[in-house]
């Protein structure tokens, strides 16, 4: 059976490619998107969604609109320089798209229909889930496990020098999930940042496979990779942080992890988003698996067999 997924998103270049994926992966099936601010505006995200379902000829897969703010009602700081003013890159979905849009309690509906078979995947600000657990306190507890990406353990932020930027972007909401999801797997930057598409991995695809999305893999991919440049001199290619996500939920074996409960710091101090583990000699460990290590051959193996349906 396809595992479900309702995927909780701000595309964004790198969600974009993991919806794409999810898209063409035969053993995914989306079975809805809950967008909200992030890279871009939560109505921007919403566009971007509908528009990349529709190039693969999926309209019926629910668009869901979600928060358009953090919950401390700070004043959101988008990334043009990184994903685009539209955030795919040159992507313009076109003006004069239509498209329904379904209400939150969709949300609710999914979980019903769904119970133990639906994963829910959140890639982008931590705002929406955490008030999906709080107005369906009951039915959220049918998900079957929860994958996030988020967080930096050990290893530097990149919205500042200790935080990522989803945990970053609302880490009172973050809190709150990491204390109640259940079966939680955490993909940090740890190994998403490892997570490297390159130049020739794109021309290859847009040669051999036969997709609806090869006339924008290449812009998109340019935007994102010259930004990288900028942020990282030397970088080979553009690291996909979302899209490695959920590779995982359908591999798990692309990555190692350790098993251990995750917190991280909120408030305003200089602190803001770090995620943090206990590691003294008696700190606790816990059930939540969060990715540590990244086998790249197994990630680059596994993005050819989807993208090129092998």
Known sequence: MRKKILFFCDPGIDDSLAIIYSLLHPDLELVGIVTSYGNVTKETASANAYYLIQLAGHKNIPIIPGAANPVQQEEVTYYPEIHGKEGIGPIRPPSDMLYQIYPFDMIRYLLNQHGKDLIIVDTGRSTSLATAFILFNQEIKKAGAFYLMGGAFFVPGNVTALA?????????????????????????????????????????????????????????????????????????????HDLLTVMVVANPSIVDFIYYDAKVIDGTVEGKGLSYIDLRPKGKKGKTRIAMKLHYDQFVEEFFRVMLNK
Do not use: W
Not at 209 to 232: H, N, Q, W
């Open 164 to 240: 990522e930027a989803n945990f970053y972007g609302d880490p009172t909401s973050s809190n709150y999930l990491l204390k109640f999801c259940h079966n939680l797997t955490i993909t940090p930057l740890n190994v998403t940042k490892y997570a490297i598409i390159t130049e020739s991995m794109i021309k290859r695809i847009i040669q051999e496979a036969d997709s609806p999305y090869e006339f924008l893999l290449s812009p998109i991919f340019e935007y994102y990779f010259e930004a990288y440049k900028r942020l990282v001199p030397g970088i080979q290619g553009a690291p996909i």
